[in-house]
């Protein structure tokens, strides 16, 4: 069994670890420093084309073309790049033990590495129906969504149910970009979600009424209140139908699952410190070990802005905290100081032809604005108000200024002389901040 050593060791090779070499590049990593270890077959990519461009029927997004960093604009790090920086990229690795203790690294295939600093950047795993016990939940037919070869099984299966019946299980964010890119690819898509609104863990139910009526208008069938307690399965084992625990079954030639995702923590088990699912850390990625930092969606770190300590499974998040961590660890290299980590977050989605993002914090009473049905132009949004302040900004369909005016306003934090006037005020408000 092979051993080697090196000064610094990504262990993922996922959104902030590709994110992180580039930093580490930026602060002047020697050749042969750094190793990133990947339980994925490619370098790093932008994770969130898998739900968007690369399903598309036309024109589809494909490697190279969405490496790291373009979906923030930066350069984009194809293979070549890690080898000319002397960047080496361990891939179709997977790493099943991390000792902490003697900083070793051992792999499925029985090989070690060890470090001086560790940069876990593990991310998320999608939680499976058959964590809630649901019967059938590992049938032919039915997908899961967080990595390339995910995706590419799932092309293979749009392309061979073509017309077919989609069944979408999930309201959040997979279900909907899901139910939208399938529907793009002409398939019947269902979508099914227990609440009574689509993404209950951000829109508010005026919200979601928009998103809604947009995805009946364009054919997607929407079923609530209920979720799949089970599937019905042809003579091969491949899903026919799904069973919902209301006594309802929906035709299904492919079921697509997103019911959220899991913090990859289980190699750090009792080693490192957890909070809230994920890995405690400071504002500068360090977790309770002197030489492991945590990045991306496993770390939780301290919101400054809201003063608690907060999870967060998006990329800005993900690319931000790893470029914090790695000038956090070249910084003490150094004797030097930095800022602590700052973030304010910053949600997105794209489906169809609608874009939203959303800055800040979802608490408090909410004002909507915009809102006009017979509108060509789909601009809509909503105030987020605790305390007298506006603490976060919901924007359909802003263009570039407004979507960055949405994000003063949501870190500033402008105190509002009435919720009334801030009514009819609307969009309006956010060039006065
Ligand atoms: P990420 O999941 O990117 O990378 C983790 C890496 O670690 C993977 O390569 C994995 O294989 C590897 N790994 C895990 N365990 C390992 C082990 N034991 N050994 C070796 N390697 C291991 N966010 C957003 O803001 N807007 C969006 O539009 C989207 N869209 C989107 C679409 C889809 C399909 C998904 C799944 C997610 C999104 N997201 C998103 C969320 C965003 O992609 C996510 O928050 C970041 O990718 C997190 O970055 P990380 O580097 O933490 O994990
Ligand atoms: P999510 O948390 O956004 O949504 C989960 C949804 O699952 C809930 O809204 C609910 O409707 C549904 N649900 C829960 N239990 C259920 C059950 N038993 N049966 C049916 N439905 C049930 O998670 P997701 O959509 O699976 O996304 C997975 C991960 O990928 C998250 O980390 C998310 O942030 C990330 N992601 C983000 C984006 C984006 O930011 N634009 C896009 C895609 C994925």
């Known amino acids: 069994m092979a051993s080697a050593a090196y000064k610094y060791i990504i262990v993922g090779g996922g959104v902030s670890a590709g994110y992180a070499a580039r930093e580490f590049v930026n602060q002047g990593v020697k050749s042969g420093e750094l190793a990133i270890i990947s339980k994925e077959a490619v370098a790093p990519y932008e994770r969130p084309a898998l739900s968007k461009a690369y399903l598309f029927p036309e024109n589809a997004a494909r490697l190279p073309g969405f490496h ?45 590495f060890k470090y001086d600093v560790l ?48 069944v979408v299980v999930g309201g959040g964010y997979i279900g909907l970009e899901l139910a939208a890119v399938l529907t793009m690819n002409k398939l019947q898509v269902t979508m099914v979600y227990p609440e009574p609104w689509c993404m209950p863990r951000l829109f508010t139910s005026d919200i979601a009424s928009f998103y809604e009526g947009y995805y009946l208008s364009k054919g997607v069938k929407i079923v609530k209140g209920t979720v799949a307690s089970g599937f019905e399965l042809d003579a091969e084992g491949h899903v026919t139908a799904v069973k919902l625990k209301d006594g309802r079954e929906l035709a299904a030639d492919i079921v697509i699952v997103g019911v959220g995702a899991r913090p990859l923590t289980t190699l750090f ?18 977790t309770s070990n002197e030489d492991v930092y945590a990045v991306g969606d496993i770390a939780t770190f301290p919101m400054k802005i809201y003063g608690e300590q907060r999870r967060v499974e998006h990329v800005d998040h993900s690319r931000k905290s790893a470029i914090q961590a790695v000038q956090a660890i070249k910084a003490k290299e150094e004797g030097r100081s930095i800022p602590e980590y700052d973030y304010l977050p910053f949600f997105y989605s794209r489906a169809f032809d609608l874009s939203w993002q959303f800055y800040g914090d979802n608490v ?41 005016a949405i994000a003063k306003v949501a870190r500033l934090k402008p105190s509002i002389d009435s919720i009334e006037a801030l009514t009819s005020e609307g969009l309006a408000f956010i060039s006065k901040v």
């Open 68 to 112: 790291v960093c373009v979906g923030s604009g930066g350069e984009r790090l194809a293979p070549e790049w890690y080898a000319e920086k002397g960047i080496e990229l361990i891939l179709d690795t997977e790493v099943v033990k991390a000792d902490i203790a003697t900083k070793t690294l051992t792999t499925s295939a029985g090989n070690s």
């Open 119 to 166: 940069v876990a950047a593990t991310g998320s795993t999608f939680i499976k129906l058959s964590d809630f016990g649901v019967a059938g939940a590992d049938s032919k037919g039915i997908y899961y969504l967080r990595e390339i070869r995910e995706a590419d099984s799932l092309i293979e299966a749009i392309k061979s149910k073509k017309d077919g019946h989609a």
């Open 269 to 286: 088990k009792g080693q490192l410190e957890e909070e809230k699912g994920g890995i405690k850390v400071d504002g500068f990625f360090k």
């Open 364 to 404: 408090g009473e909410t004002v909507s604005f915009g809102r006009d049905e017979a509108a060509a132009t789909k601009k809509f949004g909503g105030y987020w108000v605790k305390d007298g302040k506006v603490v976060g900004v919901f924007l359909e369909g802003g263009s570039a200024e407004e979507n960055k």
